[in-house]
């Protein structure tokens, strides 16, 4: 079994605390790797509830908070199947890009090589203001 790492980026040089995941392949698509990533996101905010959802993508219904998105309903669940259709239309439309370890990822049904040491940087694009 290995642990992949996940890493949140932002081009304005922000950086979440890395977090790892146990799968059992050697070789995943990286569609399967965001569909994990968004089931595990889902499942622990739904579990404790901390009121600001730190993901991949923000939830619908969610309003954004510093360094976050809080739920507008304190009993809201995260739907993890919505979140992952967010995620993939979020990757289609370059909202993030995907590194493996120094190899971009342009699409979603291309495998990967997973081992012991595997990053995933999931580096967020920050809009340009007025562009």
């Not at 890395?18 to 799968?23: C, D, M, R, S």
């Not at 439309?93 to 699409?107: A, H, K, M, S, T």
Request: hydrophobic fraction near 40%.
């Amino acid at each position: 079994m290995a642990t992949v790492t996940f890493v949140d980026e932002t081009t304005s040089g922000l950086r979440r605390e890395a977090w790892g995941l146990a799968v059992e392949e050697q070789r995943l698509t990286l569609r399967e790797l965001i569909r994990r990533r968004v089931l595990r996101e889902a499942a622990e905010y739904d579990a404790r509830r901390p009121g600001v959802f730190h993901g991949l993508v923000q939830p619908v219904e969610a309003e954004s908070a510093l360094n976050g998105y809080r739920q507008r309903a304190a009993d809201r669940r995260v739907d993890p199947e919505r979140q992952f259709l967010s995620a993939v239309e979020a990757f289609g439309r370059n909202g993030f890009l995907v590194l493996v370890g120094d190899r971009q990822i342009e699409e979603l049904d291309v495998e990967v090589d997973v081992s012991a040491d595997t990053e995933v940087c999931f580096l967020k694009l920050v809009p340009l203001v007025g562009g």
